[in-house]
C-alpha cells in the first residue's frame, strides 16, 4: 500500500498556496547563501504543488485525461532577490494565482523566511500540446482553478 504523504505539498490559505522548503547544502553556493537558481526550482515546485491541490496534476495532462495530451511551459520568468537564505533556512513559497485565461496561467510567487520576502517572481506559464502549441486550458481545469476561489476565464 502506498502512504499518502500530502502533507508534503503544502495548504492553501487565503486565495494562496504554501509550501515550506528547507534549504540544504545542494541549494547554496560557495559563500553559503541560496544560490539564485535554486529559488526557480523552490518556485517551480510550489506552482505544481499549487496546482495539485487545485486537482491538476501533470501526469494526468500529460495522458490525455482531459482530452488531447496537454502539458505546462514556463514562458516568462521574472525574479527578484532581494534578501538572501542560508543553510537551513525554511522558506515559505508562497504562489498566488494572478489570472488563468486561454492558453496562459500568471502566478506571483514569493520565497518567504519569518514573513520577510527574500526574492519573487512574476511567472507567465503556457498550456502547450504535446507538439508544442498553444492550446486552450480545458474548461474542466479552468473551472478547478475559478472553485479554489481564483479568477479564470
Sequence with gaps: MQQ??????????????????????????FTGLVYHGSYVRFF????????????IHHAELA???HGPSIAFAVRQLNVSYLRPARIDDVLEIVTTLVEARGA?????????????????????????????????LP???????????????
Design 104 to 136: 496562459r496561467i500568471a502566478l506571483h510567487q514569493k520565497g518567504l523566511r519569518d514573513a520577510e520576502v527574500l526574492a519573487e517572481a512574476d511567472v507567465t506559464v503556457a498550456v502547450i500540446t504535446a507538439d508544442g502549441r498553444p492550446v486552450r
Design 63 to 65: 495522458d490525455g485525461a
Design 4 to 29: 499518502d504523504w500530502t502533507d508534503l505539498s503544502g495548504h492553501l490559505t487565503s486565495g494562496s498556496h504554501v509550501l515550506p522548503v528547507r534549504v540544504y547544502y545542494e541549494d547554496t553556493d
Design 44 to 55: 517551480e515546485r510550489g506552482r505544481s504543488d499549487f496546482l495539485r491541490h487545485c486537482g
Design 139 to 153: 474548461s474542466a481545469l479552468a473551472a478547478r482553478l475559478a472553485a479554489m476561489g481564483h479568477p479564470a476565464v
